[in-house]
């Protein structure tokens, strides 16, 4: 043990002189860094600085997420990837995204987050190039190189989560975060959107002079250029609270008990068991519209990208309402509510391939995914019992759900790659349009079977104090069009009033 401590004691030491040499550089220092210790001078200086640098951010950033989201589907198509390889591509990256969220709440204990951080956002940059160079050069063997780059991709992401968050929590005035991170959503939204209409429009573009290729490596090498303007962003912003704080700081065993203990609570496994499976039977089909899509139905790129944003462009917009909705009815309510309106949505696409009937279904999938995303998340806080840790039960709640996925997106990939045979096989099922109708109907029929389950299991939580719309700050971080955004809770606000209320014992600590 000794010999441990005193090796991770030294891996921080070097980690800090690296932080020295320049991750740690910004635009407020002019010959040498602070010591950690000391508190940045001219607060209100670089606290201004760091918050506009973080805007920036939140554009270039979403350059990048509005297409690893949501175009590698479509390139996995394009490389012509059987269906097994499809539910692989959305497996497999998961799983791993999962693992390195833990990995990094416990690398956070020793090393400074702000240089994780950075460097791994570098790193992403590189992958995100290394897709464009796949596009360049159509190798034989793409598709497997097209999972591994996914998997870094996700890992990333996952990675930096953690930090950013807690990062995020000691530069953000608490009472300015609701407005802050409001408006940051907005900026991220707004160019995501464009960043992906544009796209679609790019590919649609390339593909009428059959250079599919080029279309996707371009639009990846502007993926990559806004992911290197947003580390250098990053790298110019302060952290206040650069060093890890040994006394905070949990080994692994104790982190692994505490969720174990997690699960002795009959309401929370039952709520998380819900959500994930919900998530795995979600995952079944998600990888499998695209294809339908692009290559059943033959829609061009542009019109790919324009049902996407059908969906998440409801969800956006509609936060706002179900918040509202939940503050007067519970959250209970909306999850129950959106449980049994989720297994329609793949119904729903059996009936027609008509264009314009298929983007209604999409704004009704947004209508019901954007419910669900808010409901589950704040459902979630008011379960937890008092006092305890909410991170813990959200990385609880996120490795099962990973694991579902996981299950799910392996499974619809081996009914995917049965389906032409089973069709085949059974005249009645001959008239179909698509066999992909068999992976649609299997992910409706499981989705009805877990609401079914579920729905008379939730129960009405103990609601706590919520000085503000729904208390928990939540940001989002990434959105997908079939199956929901994601949302990242952040931290509890306090009530803009003339009486300063009780702070809220239960408030995660950052």
């Known amino acids: ?58 554009v270039a950033s979403a350059t990048m997420t509005a297409t690893g989201d949501n175009f ?19 497996a497999i990256p998961q799983l791993f995204g999962a693992l390195c969220q833990v990995l990094s709440a416990w690398l956070g204990n020793y090393l400074p987050r702000k240089p994780l951080v950075v460097m791994t956002a570098r790193l992403q940059t590189g992958v995100v190039a290394g897709l464009s160079l796949l596009a360049l050069t159509r190798a034989e063997n793409s598709v497997p190189w097209l999972i591994a780059l996914a998997v870094l991709y996700f890992s990333c992401i996952n990675f930096i989560q953690p930090q950013w968050r807690a990062w995020m929590g000691s530069v953000v005035p608490q009472r300015r975060r609701g407005a802050f991170f409001a408006s940051r959503t907005r900026l991220t939204m707004m160019a995501s959107l464009l960043v992906f209409l544009g796209g679609g429009g790019l590919l649609s573009l390339s593909q009428r002079f059959e250079l599919v ?167 979630l ?37 049965k389906a032409p045979g089973v069709v085949e096989a059974l005249p009645f099922l001959h008239d179909i349009h698509s066999p992909l109708y068999l992976v649609f109907f299997a992910s409706f029929l499981l989705r009805a079977l877990i609401a079914a389950w579920f729905v008379p299991r939730a129960v009405e939580p103990h609601i706590r104090r919520r000085p503000q719309l729904l208390q928990l700050i939540f940001r989002i971080s990434r959105f997908n069009a079939i199956s929901g955004v994601s949302l990242d809770w952040l931290s509890v606000t306090r009530r803009a009033d003339r009486h300063e209320p009780p702070k809220d014992e239960d408030a995660p600590k950052e």
């Open 1 to 58: 043990m000794p010999r441990r401590i005193a090796a991770l004691q030294s891996l921080s030491i070097c980690w800090k002189l690296a932080a020295l040499s320049g991750l740690n550089a910004h635009p407020m220092t002019e010959t040498t860094e602070r010591p950690a210790s000391a508190a940045p001078p001219h607060r209100s200086t670089w606290l201004r600085s760091t918050l506009g640098l973080s805007q920036k951010e939140a």
């Open 381 to 417: 806080y008011d379960i937890r019992p008092h006092r305890s840790d909410f991170a813990v039960y959200a990385a609880m709640q996120s490795a099962l759900s990973a694991s579902a996925v996981f299950v799910g997106a392996i499974l619809g990939g081996l009914i995917a790659s």
């Open 213 to 379: 290729w080029l279309g996707f490596a371009l639009l990846f090498a502007v993926a990559a250029t806004g992911r290197g303007y947003s580390s250098h962003f990053l790298a110019q912003m302060v952290d206040p609270d650069p060093d890890p704080h040994p006394a905070s700081r949990k080994g692994f065993w104790q982190s692994i008990v505490q969720l174990r203990a997690s699960l002795s609570d009959k309401t929370f496994r039952d709520y998380s068991l819900f959500v994930a499976g919900m998530q795995g039977v979600v995952a079944i089909s998600a990888p499998f519209f695209a294809v339908y899509m692009l290559r059943d139905l033959g829609f061009s790129y542009l019109q790919y990208s324009v049902n996407a944003i059908a969906s998440i462009l409801t969800q956006f917009l509609l936060l706002h309402f179900w918040g509202r909705f939940s503050d007067r009815f519970g959250n209970r309510l909306v999850m129950q509510i959106s449980s049994v309106l989720i297994p329609l949505m793949p119904l729903l696409w059996l009936f027609s391939t008509d264009y314009v009937y298929l983007l209604w279904v999409q704004v009704l999938s947004g209508f019901v995914w954007s419910g669900f995303s808010l409901s589950t998340a704040n459902y």
């Open 72 to 90: 590698f589907n479509a390139f996995a198509i394009y490389l012509n990837a059987s269906a097994v390889q499809m539910g692989w591509l959305m």
